[in-house]
């Protein structure tokens, strides 16, 4: 071979290690970029008013949920639970292309709200997430009631004690009677001995 075709056949070599690597590379990319697609397809929250994590002095009366995409008026759910842990949403949300509305009972507890929301994307994918936000001004959050088991009573105690007496007494009395019993045993030993000898 002469060293014209040695050269021709060098560059021939290395233009297919080229392409070679290159689609490895290109298929490699795209098998880890498979995964991650349906994820893009998902509808996504933008923004949420009252804004997540914030503090409202004016009680608002709605929740408005902004996506990025259009959502389907399909099982969508929001919920509302105060600081009281009363629910305050009015009804199911309203869709209208990337928003859900959802009207709220008056708020008059002031404390922290979850905003709780369920909704379908447009890929057919539901969608859920928890926030919430803040109110600074209204009554008080009643306390929770604490269950408490009630202490035992004199009377209880009484009865225990009661129940020792009983049993102690009812043993005294199995002692007496088998004293009883060996006391009458031995006589009858004794008188055994003179009737047979009376005989």
Not at 174 to 192: D, S, W
Request: proline residues 6%; glycine residues 12%; charged residues 15%.
């Amino acid at each position: 071979m002469t060293i014209r075709g040695c050269n021709a056949s060098n560059r021939h070599g290395g233009r297919r290690g080229t392409l070679r690597a290159w689609l490895v590379g290109t298929t490699l990319l795209v098998v880890a970029l498979a995964p991650a697609a349906p994820a893009w397809a998902h509808s996504q929250l933008t923004a949420m008013s009252p804004a997540d994590g914030s503090t409202v002095a004016v009680a608002p009366t709605e929740v408005v949920l902004t996506f990025n995409e259009n959502i389907q008026d399909i099982g969508d759910a929001v919920i509302v639970t105060g600081p009281d842990r009363v629910r305050v949403e009015d009804g199911p949300p309203t869709i209208l292309d990337a928003n859900a509305t959802e009207k709220l009972h008056p708020l008059t507890v002031r404390g922290h709200y979850t905003v709780s929301y369920r909704v379908v994307s447009a890929d057919g994918h539901p969608v859920t997430r928890t926030l919430g936000f803040d109110l600074s001004t209204g009554a008080a959050a009643a306390a929770v009631p604490v269950q408490r088991v009630a202490a035992a009573g004199p009377a209880r105690a009484g009865g225990g004690h009661g129940g020792l007496i009983a049993a102690a007494s009812l043993l005294g009395v199995l002692l007496v009677g088998l004293g009883a019993a060996a006391v009458h045993l031995r006589r009858r030993r004794r008188e055994l001995p003179v009737q047979q000898a009376g005989r």
